[in-house]
């Protein structure tokens, strides 16, 4: 059943939407978005659309979404070719969207899984701490592993300011992004929560303080950020769910060519994820079913269930150096709760 969602227009970089009530799926153009309207990926268009629509439609969609073949009608092919599902690249970002300051943001805990090992890890950790224009931040370290820290983690931990970092260990016998977030959670001060990679970097410092300006919107829940990889392209500016149930990432390794607007979406990664306290309280925080990927999505699942909104503040950009601490992912559960019921 869908989420109900209080009235409400975002702005939009354009691209398809599925709307509310029945779900039909649209095409929008860059600029407000009525309350309602979730961006989803061209895959998950034409999955959408060629389920209702004409085989012959059917057909070119499963031809690669890249453009219209010579052989189709002329009417259906100058309309394919004026959609995104015809589009040779990325779609264009909207102009940048202004977001007003809240008043004195609230404080902020930083929950960091880690290997604390390595000298990429330093150098993200610190320019987290050094390059973050907030005023009231603290950082949660959290080990989960086997033993306790060894020298080589003592040592980066020992560099880092006491002051500010809260280093924590949590026997494992395996690696659990949920386990460890719901661990530092459980020791973390701030009123809001940011889940945060161990290769995240700011690439701009006000990155945290626009996560918090869009999370101190009425009704929203959950706020993730846009992540960027360090030789250029997006990362991540959101989640879409297909229809399978599986997770897609829009505008993947799309080129970076401004602004990108503030605007819902369907979930974000935990690579970067800002949540008030008590909501997480509520949702009883990540699920551990979930070692690695997935579990993400599911807290933004059960968050949109409570009514609450996941946005993606546009504005505020990192660099992620995907795995490079994890390496590979464990494969996450086939459906977990969240999903199941949001999926079948």
Do not use: K
């Amino acid at each position: 059943m869908p989420v109900p969602l209080p009235p409400r227009v975002l702005d939009s970089a354009g691209g398809w939407h599925v709307g509310p009530g029945a779900g039909r799926v649209v095409f929008l153009p860059p600029g407000p978005v009525a309350p309602g309207f979730v961006p989803i990926s061209r895959p998950e268009a034409a999955l959408r659309l060629a389920s209702a629509t004409a085989p012959l439609l059917a057909a070119v969609l499963a031809r690669g979404l890249l453009r219209a073949p010579a052989a189709l009608p002329r009417r259906l092919r100058a309309a394919l070719a004026h959609s995104a599902l015809a589009a040779d690249g990325p779609e264009a970002e909207a102009p940048p969207r202004s977001v007003a300051p809240r008043g004195p943001h609230p404080p902020v805990s930083l929950i960091v899984p880690s290997t604390a090992r390595g000298g990429a890890v330093a150098r993200s950790l610190r320019a987290v701490l050094d390059g973050t224009d907030y005023p009231a931040l603290d950082l949660v370290l959290v080990l989960a592993q086997p033993d306790p820290p060894d020298a080589v983690q003592r040592r980066l931990i020992g560099r880092l300011d006491p002051a500010r970092v809260r280093p924590l260990w949590l026997p494992a016998r395996r690696f659990n992004f949920a386990a460890a977030c719901n661990h530092g959670a459980g020791v973390a001060s701030g009123a809001l929560l940011c889940l945060l990679n161990d290769d995240v970097a700011p690439r701009r410092p006000d990155w945290l303080a626009r996560m918090a300006d869009a999370l101190a919107e009425p009704g929203t829940g959950v706020v993730g950020a846009r992540l960027m990889y360090p030789e250029g392209g997006v990362q991540h500016v959101g989640i879409a769910l297909g229809p399978d149930g599986a997770c897609r990432h829009p505008h993947r390794f799309a080129a970076a060519r401004g602004a990108w607007p503030t605007q819902e979406v369907a979930a974000v990664t935990g690579a970067c994820l800002l949540t008030p306290r008590a909501l997480w309280q509520d949702l009883g925080g990540l699920n551990p079913a979930f070692p690695a990927a997935g579990n993400d999505v599911d807290y933004c699942l059960r968050a949109r269930a409570r009514g609450a909104r996941v946005v993606l503040a546009g504005g505020a950009v990192l660099s992620h150096d995907e795995s490079r601490s994890y390496r590979r992912h464990p494969r996450p559960p086939a459906r977990a709760p969240a999903l199941a019921a949001a999926t079948s």
